[in-house]
């Protein structure tokens, strides 16, 4: 059953950063459902304009623009356009992201800047853009961070440096943002099912029953419980959260949950 009732959106506009794949077009497509105007940007103008038409094949309102989240610049101007077409921006969905499999040996400084340019920078884009768009009393921004940003995994360190960086950006813009009303928090997903991302990190069913395996609720979760996690946020059920970071990974970052590490605990 739903606790969302009725169209508990409506009126509103959600500007989302990544949004025309993956869990930042699930977490688009939930609000849309809930009455939302949804604002997408993404790098690549056919694959964004496609995630609008879906929302708006399912009867929602939705537009796209194509933006790179490393150019501040075209990120404002796309908030400008979103607020020209929709009027004052409620909340804001940061969410652009990349990542590779690659020992620091094996990484070039380049690849490293990249993820970071990406990741941290581009969260730090989204988020300063939207200042001037946002700046009033219930307005909510969510940032999409990542388990490696506090348990460090192997051939992920340009990932998890970056998603540390977006942890303390939350965290230091609640604390400087909250006078004006605007909340500021963090979803930290595990695996998510049927993404691009974990295509990348599990690329096969062996190392997709590995990973399962180290996880305590032995499952992937799914892009819906990405998006209902940023509905209760942005939602007034959740008026009094800020600077929080919320893992939805099923425990994966409390380490790793397989029979073979319980296997060596003691016993009694």
């Not at 609720?217 to 007034?236: E, N």
Request: aromatic share 6%; net charge neutral.
């Amino acid at each position: 059953m739903d606790i969302f009732k009725d169209r508990i959106f409506a009126g509103k506009t959600v500007f989302v950063a990544g949004g025309s794949s993956g869990i930042n077009l699930g977490i688009a497509q939930r609000f849309a459902e809930f009455g939302a105007r949804v604002g997408l940007i993404s790098r690549t103008q056919d694959r964004v304009a496609a995630a609008a038409r879906t929302i708006a094949d399912a009867g929602g309102e939705a537009m796209g623009m194509a933006a790179d989240v490393r150019d501040y610049d075209a990120v404002a101007a796309a908030f400008a356009a979103v607020k020209d077409s929709y009027g004052d921006i409620d909340i804001v969905i940061s969410g652009a992201a990349g990542n590779f499999l690659a020992p620091v040996v094996g990484m070039s400084s380049n690849a490293f800047k990249t993820v970071i340019d990406i990741d941290l920078l581009g969260t730090f884009n989204v988020l300063r853009a939207s200042y001037d768009f946002i700046r009033k009393p219930g307005a909510s921004i969510i940032s999409i961070t990542a388990g490696q940003a506090v348990r460090p995994v192997m051939f992920q360190a340009h990932a998890g440096a970056a998603k540390a960086g977006i942890n303390n950006l939350t965290q230091c813009l609640a604390m400087e943002w909250g006078p004006a009303g605007i909340r500021v928090n963090a979803i930290s997903p595990g695996p998510i099912g049927h993404t691009e991302g974990m295509a990348r990190l599990a690329p096969s069913e062996e190392a997709t029953r590995a990973l399962k395996s180290k996880i305590p609720l032995r499952d992937y979760g799914t892009k819906r419980d990405i998006a209902d996690l940023a509905l209760f946020l942005c939602s007034d059920n959740a008026k009094y959260i800020t600077g929080a970071i919320i893992d939805c990974d099923g425990g994966s970052v409390l380490g790793d949950a397989s029979a073979d590490a319980l296997s060596v605990r003691p016993r009694g």
